[in-house]
């Protein structure tokens, strides 16, 4: 889906995503636009709509990060986003006796609305730029290494400044790879629960084989609520519903959070993705997968338990499948290498752009040849050990909190300093419930690709397995740590000492994979990072030098706003596809057996539904994986619809923008109306949403 959840710690060398090649101009409707720096002149130029300030912070105001995105509907902290955004709330409330997941969940009053264990809204309330600030923190003479850390370190404390001053999340944005930083700030709701949610055969009605397509049929949305002090929240900033809905050729505007994008990257760089870490990334997704199934075909017990990690790993590995068919394209790779050419030559023909520019895209290139030799160390061991396990999370975090507490707040791990602390304790010391024998089954499945990639010899899977199979040290760890407990977590994390005597089992094999973690971190940091800040400056300056100052920087999961025109499109075939889905043709595409099956009371309000209603429709929005639950409204403001998925032609939008035949795929207003109202009579909820 085109929100795939994002969590917010992404990799380093894709938040450096470098800005080269570019086009000194975006294409059609192209552009992941900053709030603070949207094309209002291109916009009224192409649509004859002038947007004001107060349209894009009224808009700005009322959208949140949300796992992915979502937005205000109601003064009264009331929450839009998607079902698949709020489907882990729905499997932690779950239980044997009560499956919300396929069931759907409503509460009649607000006294039934319950709490999702560990979910954040952030409200982006001021923007500023810190660039000078960042960067006047390097000192003269600095080799890059120490460079990047004088950067980080100075970051660190603007991020604490203003957490301390404000009580706010602050963040500091890396934009234009390195550019420009600017300062977010964001208001933070702890406490929300669940309102509404459909039952998963409607929101994700057509299951993986439907995902990334088009046609599609998902209501695919969900209502929480935030609140405050045990009372809802009051959010004067929030979005009304449009009575009339979408209409075919109407200009819209999507407001969300895209995760990394790698339009910006350098051919080295999209090379480097093509042949090595994607394909790394592919293989893990599809073990992990088999695992999953294997253990979900066991019971429907287990089936429950692993429902919402197997619908997250699926997501992404057809996401990744269609990123890699983007890079394997000869003519998006032809483009590129044409677009970084013109900027070299540009860069070139001039003296001083040549003296101040040149050779950072050679800079590029040795650095990723020097990553070539432990990228697989580097993603098994550091970033993304623990994917599809919230044990292994659970004790990596709880033992690099420990320690990281004992550093001054610069000198510590970026997710580990104090401005980052209250989100990270939160999601740590979730209630959540813990499922052993799944943990063993993902842990087995991590070893055993672990000694597929790294060798039988490799002295950390040799340390790892100690002699036994991937299955016996998958057992042995999970059964005998205590991590479940959340008071076991918060004694450990607060005692480097005793982490470091621990023999919970867990925790012991936390420590054997932090030292050569920790390593190849340092490693990555010095010999890569550290070179694409420095060139990553050189290039985004050249570009402006160049092209102007009208470009957008790559996605970082941070709020963005794009635009475009409710439109269908020609598939590759040349076969005309509507811009819009029917009620009509969801209950033809039916066909009672899953991942095509209707609930019960779908079927019994089949002749009370108008069924020439839009369900889900199309545009050409620019938008990617985190971008779910974005609200889609008209140039009134009012929400027209909702983001949940691209079809599978937008897949390569993560390197170059397609106008001919990629789109954004929505759920239609008219559709939640008719919904709400015929199929769940949830007439309080309709009438909080200003839809009664």
Known sequence: MVGMKIRATLPVFALFALLAGTRPVARGDEGLWLFEAFPKQRLAAKYGFHVSDEFLDRLRLASLRVGASGSFVSPEGLIFTNHHVALDCLQKLSTKEHNYVVEGFWAPTQADEKPCPDMEANQLVRIQDVTDRVNGAVRPGSVEAEALRQRLAEIARIEKECASATGNRCDVVNLYSGGRYHLYEYKKYTDLRMVFAPESDIGFFGGDPDNFTYPRYCLDIAFLRAYENGKPARTPHYLS????????????????????????????????????????????????????????????????????????????????????????????????????????????????????????????????????????????????????????????????????????????????????????????????????????????????????ELGAEDPTVKAVLAGRSPQQAAQEYVSTSRLKEVAERKRLAAD????????????????????????????????????????????????????????????????????????????????????????????????????????????????????????????????????????TVNTRGEIVGILFDGNIESLPNRFVYTEERARSVHVATQAIREALDKVYGAQRLLAEAGLK
């Open 496 to 631: 480097a000492e005793a982490v470091r005597r621990s023999e919970d089992g867990m925790i012991r094999l936390a420590r054997l994979l932090d030292g050569p973690a920790r390593e190849l971190r340092r490693r990555y940091e010095d010999e890569v990072e550290a070179v694409l800040t420095s060139a990553a400056a050189k290039i985004a300056q050249a570009r402006f030098a160049v092209f102007g100052q009208e470009a957008y920087p790559d996605a970082t999961f941070t709020l963005r706003l794009t635009y475009g025109a409710v439109r269908g499109y020609r598939d590759q075939k040349g076969r005309a596809v509507p811009y819009a889905t029917t009620f009509e043709g969801l209950y033809k595409r039916a066909t009672g057996k899953p991942p095509y099956r209707l609930p019960k009371r779908w079927l019994e309000a089949r002749s009370k539904i108008n069924l020439k209603t839009p369900f889900n429709f199309v545009s050409t929005a620019d938008t990617h994986g985190g971008n779910s639950g974005s609200p």
């Open 241 to 452: 519903f449009s009575r009339e809905g979408v209409r075919e050729g109407e200009l819209i505007f999507v407001s969300g959070n895209p995760g990394t994008t790698g339009r910006l990257m350098t051919v080295a760089q999209l090379e480097f993705m093509r042949d090595h870490y994607y394909p790394l990334i592919h293989r893990r997704l599809a073990s992990l997968i088999r695992a999953l199934e294997k253990y979900s075909a066991q019971s429907p017990e287990n089936e429950r338990v692993a429902h919402d990690n197997l619908f997250s790993q699926q997501n992404s590995y057809k996401a990744y499948t269609g990123f890699l068919a983007g890079l394997r394209d000869p003519g998006i790779m032809n483009l590129k290498r044409a677009e970084e050419k013109k900027l070299r030559a540009a860069v070139e023909a001039d003296p001083d752009r040549r003296a101040r520019f040149g050779g950072a895209w050679e800079a590029v290139a040795g650095a990723y040849q020097k990553f070539r030799d432990y990228y697989k160390g580097y993603w098994l061991l550091e970033f993304s050990p623990h994917r599809g396990s919230d044990l292994l999370r659970i004790a990596r975090d709880v033992m690099r909190l420990a320690e990281e507490r004992q550093k001054p707040n610069d000198q510590r791990l970026r997710e580990y300093r104090d401005s980052a602390l209250p989100s990270l304790e939160q999601q740590l010391y979730s209630p959540a419930p813990v499922t052993d024998s799944m943990e063993i089954a993902v842990l087995a499945d991590y070893f055993e690709f672990l000694r597929g």
